[in-house]
T-cell receptor, first 113, second 116 residues
């Protein structure tokens, strides 16, 4: 059982380049999330989605975009990468509501140089 | 505003001892959930335990238990008989209601190191 799958695991970008982090889940979860984790810190919510076609900003959305065309996929787009976007990115999903655990992907370590 | 506070940036504990990781939260919502996750050095996030705001009993999962004190707004994680494999970052999180959807907000984490 795959759960939440993120690709790539590692990436180095040059300043100004763009890329898409892929995330797919096979648990039929309505809710999906993108977080970033800076060194020694907790998770900060970038964007989330409560279902196909519905997305909303989290705490730190600037410099990112998302789309949710299917229940399974929730890609995160970085436009014009900046050194401040160097971080570890996690995709997660859950059934929604206050009582359901979130399932996480393995994370993507992104470095912008 | 909803907030999660983990006051211990790091802890050293002797193997086989019990350890308590502190978590306090702030919310005015009557309905919320509290979660603990473990993040080993490999980086993945592993769900450990959950406590609902209306649960009367403290949650337990194997060696993990959650000491839930609602009046004090604390949700401390207790690990009994610690093992070397427990060395990791531990995050406390709370689900909060934003408009009609729930989101998780996270503490900064506690780095636990188990000494042999």
């Amino acid at each position: 059982n795959a759960g939440v799958t993120q690709t790539p695991k590692f990436r180095i970008l040059k300043i100004g380049q763009s890329m898409t982090l892929q995330c797919t889940q096979d648990m039929n979860h309505n809710y999906m999330y993108w977080y970033r984790q800076d060194p020694g810190m907790g998770l900060k919510l970038i964007y989330y989605s409560v279902g196909a076609g519905i997305t909303d900003k989290g705490e730190v959305p600037n410099g990112y975009n998302v789309s949710r065309s299917t229940t399974e996929d929730f890609p995160l787009r970085l436009e014009l990468a900046a050194p401040s976007q160097t971080s570890v990115y996690f995709c997660a999903s859950n059934l929604g509501g206050s009582f359901t655990e979130a399932f996480f992907g393995q994370g993507t370590r992104l470095t912008v140089v | 505003a909803q907030k999660i506070t983990q006051t211990q940036p790091g802890m050293f504990v002797q193997e086989k001892e019990a350890v308590t990781l502190d978590c306090t939260y702030d919310t005015s919502d009557p309905s919320y959930g509290l979660f603990w996750y473990k993040q080993p050095s490999s980086g993945e996030m592993i769900f450990l335990i959950y406590q609902g705001s209306y649960d009367q009993q403290n949650a337990t999962e194997g060696r993990y238990s959650l000491n839930f004190q609602k009046a004090r707004k604390s949700a401390n994680l207790v690990i009994s008989a610690s093992q070397l494999g427990d060395s990791a970052m531990y995050f406390c999180a709370m689900s909060k209601l934003k408009v009609s959807n729930y989101q998780l907000i996270w503490g900064a984490g506690t780095k636990l190191i188990i000494k042999p």
